[in-house]
């Protein structure tokens, strides 16, 4: 795709934290761009702001007939107006992933795939190369604290950092420079069916990596392409391609130690906590030392790293009131903010609120999400966001309160739930999960930065 000779650009769904990234793309090359969402969100205002047209309403008449360019997120039903008048027509309507792929094409690929921490570590690599003055165009699946954007735009980049998403095998029209796997967990049952076709399509996606690229992956992930695929290794065990030891805790940072075959780096900093971060920032590191990074870069570069907004964003922090947010909406996920949580503020009782994230994913992983809630002192549910799904008989809030033990959980509504947290000022607080909730980020930090 000759992506410079791109003049309109029509996106339904254009508010999407991916769709949004290449529609930024488009615009800062001069191209027309506009299109639908169902509601206005601080992030369709900021498009507008940058020159993009929003609207709010699913009516075909607002379609533009002349756009080079339609492009759809799958989380959009067929049954959507806009979508289908522009397939009445015969007009070719492309998905997020598919012009995704097509751009990277045109670059050197960094693409970070996983069920986990993806966006963490594709935010971390971009960061390292712009702290090292490398041009780069980035599509980031959340807002980097540091750029207070989920895209980086560079006219002169050879680079292109991309989230490789697993959703709907959209990482298959991507054939990176350099992958990095993180983690393959059983997510997205209602695409895949089962865990088997999940880590078989990872499997397929590694094999689409150049022939003369990287394949890097967490010592975690085992698969049968692996078992016959080279492969940078990287994790906490001894003897692998890299590893982190002497992990800890001081002013606030993580601190660790990092050893490979040819390196020996001590007292590496990272203001983001936990274990799985460290993880992070180790693929991100082995990244841009395949990119040519000194040691001197990649230090400095993460002594400046702030993180990315609701993975595990510190909102509040003061000595007697601690508030922090995070997208966790997996059992795994979970079970790492909570954990990190303790070690980073200990001694703290924890008072979670959780908004489980689809019908589907709170079925098929109801016990894990109760072993993982579990190591909440404290445990508040909110109604399941139903994102793209429909209700599921038998499936909802008080279903998985029962799993956890009645006794244990408070449900209340959102409404509710600002009323607890004005009342109690709980002493560490999370609010977790990937729906709406993050409505919520505001006015609980307003209640608990006050005096």
Not at 250 to 275: C, E, V, Y
Request: charged share 25%.
């Amino acid at each position: 795709m000759n992506y410079k000779n791109i003049h309109k650009v029509y996106f339904i769904g254009i508010g999407g934290i991916g769709m949004s990234a290449l529609a930024r793309f488009f615009n800062q090359f001069g191209a027309d761009v506009s299109g639908y969402d169902l509601t206005e969100t601080k992030l369709t205002m900021q498009l507008q702001k940058e020159g993009i047209q929003v609207h709010y309403d699913d009516n075909p008449l607002d379609v533009p007939s002349d756009a080079d360019l339609y492009i759809y997120t799958p989380a959009i039903p067929d049954d959507h107006k806009e979508l289908k008048s522009i397939r009445d027509k015969g007009i070719k309507v492309y998905k997020r992933s598919e012009i995704l792929g097509l751009l990277a094409r045109n670059f050197k690929a960094i693409a970070v795939a996983g069920t986990h921490g993806k966006t963490t570590t594709s935010s971390i690599i971009t960061h390292l190369l712009l702290s090292a003055n490398r041009q780069v165009n980035a599509f980031i699946g959340g807002i980097s604290v540091d750029l207070d954007s989920n895209f980086v735009f560079s006219d002169k980049a050879e680079l292109m950092v991309v989230e490789a998403d697993e959703y709907d095998r959209s990482f298959l029209n991507l054939y990176p420079d350099v992958a990095v796997i993180t983690a393959i967990d059983e997510d997205h049952l209602d695409v895949y069916g089962s865990a088997e076709q999940l880590i078989s399509t990872f499997d397929e996606f590694m094999c689409q990596v150049n022939d003369e690229g990287r394949l890097i992956v967490n010592e975690a992930v085992e698969t049968e392409e692996l078992k016959k695929k080279p492969a940078i290794r990287y994790g906490f065990s001894e003897g692998l391609d890299l590893y982190a030891e002497n992990l800890r805790i001081a002013k606030g940072q993580m601190l660790f130690d990092i050893r490979s075959k040819n390196h020996k780096w001590t007292d590496l900093n990272l203001s983001m906590p936990g274990r799985h971060n460290v993880e992070n920032a180790l693929a991100a590191i082995q990244v841009c030392m395949e990119l040519g990074m000194s040691e001197e870069e990649i230090r400095s570069g993460l002594n400046t790293y702030s993180g990315v907004q609701r993975r595990f964003e510190i909102r509040v922090n003061k000595k007697d009131q601690v508030y922090v947010d995070d997208y966790a909406h997996h059992p795994k996920e979970l079970e790492a903010c909570i954990k990190a949580a303790r070690s980073f503020f200990p001694g703290k009782k924890i008072t979670g609120a959780f908004q489980p994230h689809l019908f589907s994913r709170t079925r098929d992983f109801a016990d894990g999400f109760a072993k993982s809630l579990q190591l909440l002192d404290e445990i508040i549910l909110l109604d399941i966001y139903p994102a793209r799904e429909k209700p599921i008989p038998g499936i909802n809030t008080e279903m998985l309160a029962q799993k956890i033990g009645i006794d244990k959980v408070k449900v209340l509504s959102k409404r509710k739930l600002l009323e607890y947290v004005e009342h109690n000022k709980p002493e560490l607080f999370l609010t977790l999960g990937a729906g709406d909730i993050d409505n919520l980020v505001e006015p609980i930090t307003k209640i608990l930065s006050k005096e």
